[in-house]
């Protein structure tokens, strides 16, 4: 059958964000203000999802590799022909309306970040290989012992198990 939940993540009665720390909710605004999402995704799949997002209104936070750059970086048009990491058009574009910020999660501060800003989203979603996060310490069950309130979605070429589930892909 169909599963349904109230879920406390477009707003309180006073119209401040989940955690009081926003703007005020508009009732007539965007259908997702109001909702803030971390995204831990990269090349297109999960940006373009988490890009329409923020169309909707929400507040995404992107989060890139410092060690691993999105690979849309280097793909596509140039946006104003100066070259470099900054100038993809297609980079660009999956990544409007969103903020961003670029962390090393392979060493313990770059992953406390995560986890605090975890805290204070109402969405997190990822595209790592199945397991990667959860062995850093960052996956659904540790987050969400932080958050309870937190909708942890985590995509993958194949699956999360399965005999293909460890094949990467984008």
């Not at 059958?1 to 406390?8: E, F, N, R, Y």
């Not at 280097?74 to 058009?89: H, I, K, T, V």
């Not at 605090?116 to 850093?136: N, Q, Y």
């Amino acid at each position: 059958g169909v599963q349904t939940c109230a879920l406390p993540i477009l707003g309180r009665p006073d119209g401040t964000d989940r955690d009081g720390v926003g703007e005020p909710v508009d009732p007539a605004g965007p259908a997702l203000a109001g909702i803030r999402v971390l995204d831990l995704t990269w090349v297109y799949a999960g940006p373009f999802a988490t890009r329409w997002l923020a169309y909707e209104g929400a507040e995404v936070i992107r989060v890139e590799s410092t060690t691993r750059p999105d690979q849309v970086r280097g793909a596509g048009q140039p946006f104003n022909r100066q070259g470099g990491p900054e100038d993809s058009l297609q980079w660009h574009n999956v990544n409007a309306g969103k903020k961003s910020l670029q962390l090393n999660l392979g060493v313990p501060e770059g992953r406390q970040v995560i986890a605090d800003l975890a805290r204070h989203c109402d969405v997190l979603i990822e595209s790592f290989a199945p397991g990667v996060l959860r062995r850093m310490g960052l996956g659904p069950e540790e987050l969400r012992a932080q958050n309870d309130q937190l909708i942890y979605v985590s995509t993958s070429l194949f699956g999360q198990t399965g005999p293909l589930s460890k094949v990467p892909g984008f």
